[in-house]
C-alpha cells in the first residue's frame, strides 16, 4: 500500500532517512520517523510535541543506538519515496507500517483524497502497538486528545476514532516502567471539586483581559525585535529556528483566550501609560543593549502572563513559564555566539601541541608556530604529571603573551586557571561547560568537541565559545570509532554561526575540501607539529583558509 504525503510530511521523511536503527537499517523505523518530524520544527506535529517536552535529545536518550548515516544525504524522494511522491510501506519498518494503517484510517474516513499530514503521521505513531507508541503515550501524548485536535483543525466531526481499541490496559509496557501519572490536579485533593477545565474566557473580567492582551502582545514584539536580529545578522539557521519555536509556542499557549474577546478588551487610546515615557526608551546605545532591553520585555511579559495565568489557566501559567526558561538559555546562546564571533574573529588556524620532549624544545616549537601566525595554541598531553603540566602552561602563557595567538588547556580548567590561559577545550566525557565556567569564570574561552549535530546544537544552548567539529578524517595522532566526516561540517556549517573549528586529521590536501563544506578555521596536530618545517605548513595553511 501506498501513500500520498504533505509537503511538510515529506520533508520529515527526508530527514528520517538520514537516521538509522540496528533493529531495521535498512528500513525507516519509528524513532527515526520521529526525529524526522522534529527536525521540521515549524509542522503540527512538532508543536505537538513540544507541548509535551519532547525534543530530540529525549528521542536518543530513549533509542541510543540509532545513528547518524555516514553516507551523503540523500534526496528527499529517496528512498523512502516513490517517483510519484508517494511513500512506500515496503520500505518501512514493522512499527511504521502498523503507525501508518492507523494515520490512514483516520485520513480516509473523512476523505479518501486526504494526504497524511505531519500531524497524521504523529497520531499514528501514538496510536499504535509498538514500544515508540507506548513511550509516546508515557510522556502524555493521548492519541484520543491528538485526534480530536486534527478534527478540529480539518473541520470534521469526531465520529468513530480509529484509535477506539486502543485503551490503556493494551499499552505493554516495559515491566520496569512505572505506569503514566494521574492526571490529577495539583490544585486540590477534593474529589467533589471539577477542576479538569479552566474557567471560560468568557467569564474573565475586562481589565484582566486588558492586561493578558497588552502583555502578550509586549512579549510577541519583543520575541521579534530579537529573532530578527538571530535571522538576518547572525544569520543562524539553529538559533532562529528555536525562536520561531519559542513563537508558535506562545500562540499555543495564548490559544485558549479567543482573540475576539482581547481585542474587544483592548483600549489603547485610553491606556494611561501610552503617554509616559523616558528619554531612555528611544536611545539604545549598541546592539547589545537592544537585545538586553528586548529580551526583558519578553521575559517580564511572560512572567505577568505567568502570574494571572494562575488565575485564569493554569496551564497558561505552566507554559508560559516554560517559555520564559527557555528565554534564558537562548539568551546566553545569542550573548556567546555574538561574544564569540568577535572574539574570535581572526582565528582561524588553531593548532595542538604536546609538551615536547623538555621544556627548551616545548619553546622553540611554540615560538616559532606564534611567530608564524597561528591563532590558537592548545596544549594536550596526557603524558606529563601535573607538575609538569604546570611548568609548560606557564611557559606557552609566556610565549603566548603579548601576541594574537591564544592559548587554551585541554581537559583541565584548574590548570587553565593557574597558568592564566584564555580558555579551557573539553570534549563529551569530560566536564561540561557549566563545571568548567565555575572554575575558571565567565571571561574565559571554552570550546567542547562535538561529533554529531546535536552535540554541536547543544553546545550552542550549554553557552560554549566555539565547537569543534569531527572527525573529519583518520588521525595519525588520535584513534576514532566512527568518522562523521565532511557530512557533518557541512552540517554545522549550514546551522549554525558559533565559532566551529574543524578537527581530526587535516591536511594541506584535504583542506581545500573542508573549506569548500562551508567551515573556514581548522584545528591541526600532527600534519604541523610532526613536519620538518612547521613553520612553512602554516603559512601555506593559512593561505588556503583566507582564499
Request: net charge negative; aromatic share 4%; proline share 6%.
Amino acid at each position: 500500500m501506498q501513500y500520498d504525503l504533505t509537503d511538510g510530511a515529506r520533508r520529515a521523511l527526508g530527514h528520517a532517512a538520514n537516521w538509522r536503527s540496528p533493529d531495521a537499517p535498512d528500513r525507516l523505523a519509528a524513532p527515526a520517523l520521529l526525529l524526522g518530524l522534529l527536525t521540521e520544527s515549524e509542522c503540527r506535529a512538532a508543536l505537538v510535541l513540544a507541548r509535551h517536552g519532547v525534543d530530540a535529545d529525549a528521542v536518543h536518550q530513549q533509542w541510543p543506538t540509532l545513528q547518524a548515516s555516514t553516507a551523503e544525504p540523500a534526496p528527499q524522494h529517496d528512498p523512502w519515496l516513490t517517483e510519484t511522491g508517494t511513500l512506500a510501506a515496503a520500505v518501512c519498518a514493522a512499527d511504521v507500517v502498523a503507525s501508518l494503517l492507523v494515520a490512514a484510517q483516520h485520513a480516509q474516513q473523512y476523505s479518501q483524497s486526504l494526504p497524511l499530514a505531519t500531524e497524521h503521521l504523529l497520531l499514528g505513531l501514538a496510536a499504535a502497538d509498538h514500544p515508540t507508541a507506548a513511550w509516546l503515550r508515557r510522556q502524555g501524548i493521548d492519541p484520543s486528545r491528538l485526534e480530536a485536535e486534527i478534527c478540529q483543525q480539518y473541520g470534521h466531526p469526531l465520529g468513530v476514532s480509529p484509535t477506539d481499541d486502543i485503551t490503556a490496559d493494551a499499552i505493554d509496557l516495559p515491566p520496569d516502567d512505572p505506569p503514566p501519572p494521574a492526571t490529577t490536579s495539583p490544585a486540590t485533593d477534593d474529589a467533589d471539586v471539577d477542576t479538569s477545565f479552566p474557567p471560560s474566557p468568557h467569564s474573565l473580567d475586562t481589565p484582566t483581559l486588558r492586561i493578558l492582551d497588552a502583555e502578550a502582545n509586549r512579549a510577541r514584539e519583543g520575541l521579534r525585535v530579537v529573532e530578527d536580529y538571530v535571522r538576518f545578522a547572525l544569520d543562524d539557521r539553529y538559533l532562529t529556528d528555536q525562536f520561531k519555536q519559542l513563537r508558535h509556542d506562545l500562540t499555543a499557549a495564548l490559544s485558549g483566550i479567543p482573540t475576539a474577546e482581547r481585542l474587544a478588551a483592548r483600549e489603547t487610546q485610553a491606556d494611561v501609560g501610552t503617554d509616559l515615557s523616558a528619554a531612555i526608551d528611544y536611545r539604545r546605545n549598541d546592539i547589545a543593549d537592544l537585545l538586553a532591553a528586548n529580551f526583558a520585555r519578553l521575559q517580564e511579559s511572560l512572567r505577568s502572563l505567568e502570574e494571572y495565568g494562575k488565575v485564569v489557566d493554569p496551564e497558561l501559567a505552566t507554559r508560559c513559564q516554560q517559555i520564559r526558561y527557555r528565554s534564558y538559555t537562548l539568551q546566553r546562546a545569542v550573548q556567546y555566539t555574538r561574544s564569540s564571533l568577535e572574539r574570535l574573529a581572526k582565528a582561524r588556524l588553531y593548532v595542538l601541541i604536546d609538551g615536547g620532549d623538555s621544556p627548551s624544545h616545548l619553546q622553540i616549537t611554540a615560538t616559532a608556530l606564534v611567530a608564524a601566525g597561528v591563532h590558537v595554541l592548545q596544549l594536550r598531553d596526557k603524558r606529563l604529571d601535573d607538575r609538569q603540566l604546570l611548568q609548560r602552561g606557564r611557559l606557552l602563557c609566556q610565549i603566548t603573551r603579548g601576541t594574537d595567538t591564544l592559548l587554551i588547556i585541554n581537559d583541565r580548567p584548574d590548570l587553565a586557571l593557574l597558568v592564566g590561559a584564555d580558555g579551557v577545550h573539553v570534549g563529551q566525557e569530560e566536564l561540561s561547560v557549566k563545571d568548567v565556567r565555575t572554575i575558571v569564570g565567565p571571561r574565559a574561552i571554552v570550546g567542547v568537541s562535538t561529533h554529531s549535530l546535536d552535540q554541536a546544537r547543544q553546545a550552542v544552548l550549554d553557552g560554549a565559545d566555539y565547537i569543534g567539529v569531527g572527525p573529519v578524517f583518520p588521525s595519525g595522532t588520535k584513534s576514532f570509532e566512527q568518522f562523521p566526516g565532511l557530512q557533518l561540517v557541512r552540517q554545522v556549517a549550514h546551522d549554525m554561526r558559533l565559532p566551529a573549528f574543524a578537527i581530526g586529521g587535516i591536511t594541506s590536501d584535504n583542506l581545500p575540501q573542508v573549506v569548500a563544506a562551508g567551515l573556514r578555521r581548522v584545528a591541526v596536530a600532527g600534519a604541523i607539529t610532526t613536519d620538518a618545517d612547521p613553520a612553512a605548513v602554516v603559512r601555506h595553511m593559512l593561505g588556503l583558509l583566507d582564499l
